[in-house]
């Protein structure tokens, strides 16, 4: 299998701040991904689930770290795309005694409650759910509103913003108070942001998300893939400058 060498390298993960870590992607078709402690309620939320294939990685990575991954209680999708949605399906079987409550937006929540495989695997990338050792049934997913609130503990408490031109069910996790960002592939740290060119993507609507974003307070930038920031502002602010010099172009 293609991908199988990719699959048991451990997700290496670092604390961000006290009580958010942030595990870095493997190197292919996977992502960042992100859990917060609930001390309170003695949970973990986890945003995004990955490609599956490092579902291993991220469980060995969190208990280097002392986090129990039986303790994941609720995971946060930012999108619909397969690097980042294929770690549900073996973590739920993982945990089925209690498996995580799935919070998804919009057009990713409808495609995961239908088990969409077109949707989930993006245009021409050659790849299915097989490749994964998977099979994508139906879940079931609580709708995220715009401008909800979500709390984790009491400690974080996270707005929602649709943020579309990714992908049509693509949202930030925004947290005012620490400055946190979480956009998904909206934008990413060095002046790069996420590609349109996938079903529901558009040039311009990723523009206006990035220019919505660039006006939050963003210390933490921690984006869906390369490397997390913490001069969150500045990366946005040149991200906008290059997404609206392609725009500008077209
Ligand atoms: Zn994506």
Do not use: W
């Amino acid at each position: 299998m293609v991908f199988s060498g990719v699959s048991s390298s451990v997700k290496m993960g670092k604390i961000v701040i006290e009580n958010l870590y942030y595990f870095s992607e493997n190197p292919m078709l996977d992502c960042n991904q992100f859990i917060i402690v609930d001390k309170e309620n003695d949970e973990l939320a986890l945003f995004d689930a990955g490609n599956g294939l490092s579902l291993k990685g991220l469980i060995e990575g969190m208990s280097k770290l002392g986090l129990n991954y039986e303790q994941i209680t609720r995971v946060y999708l930012t999108h619909e795309h397969v690097d980042h949605v294929l770690g549900i399906y073996p973590l739920i079987k993982l945990l089925s005694n209690s498996p995580p409550e799935l919070f998804a937006y919009g057009e990713t929540a409808k495609i995961l409650r239908k088990g969409d495989e077109s949707k989930i695997f993006p245009g021409n990338l050659g790849i299915s759910p097989g490749m994964f050792g998977l099979e994508i049934i139906p879940l079931k997913v609580n709708d995220l509103k715009v401008e909800e609130t979500i709390s984790i503990g009491s400690e974080f408490i996270f707005k929602i913003y649709y943020t579309p031109g990714h992908s049509l069910g693509s949202i930030c996790y925004y947290e005012s108070s620490k400055k946190i960002l979480i956009p998904g592939d909206l934008v990413f740290a060095g002046g790069s942001f996420g590609r349109y060119d996938f079903p529901g993507g558009s040039l311009n609507a990723l523009i206006e998300s990035i220019k919505f974003v660039n006006n939050l307070d963003v210390k933490y930038l921690l984006p869906g893939h390369m490397n997390i920031s913490d001069n969150g502002n500045q990366q946005i602010e040149s991200s906008y400058r290059m997404v609206q010099s392609i725009g500008n172009y077209f």
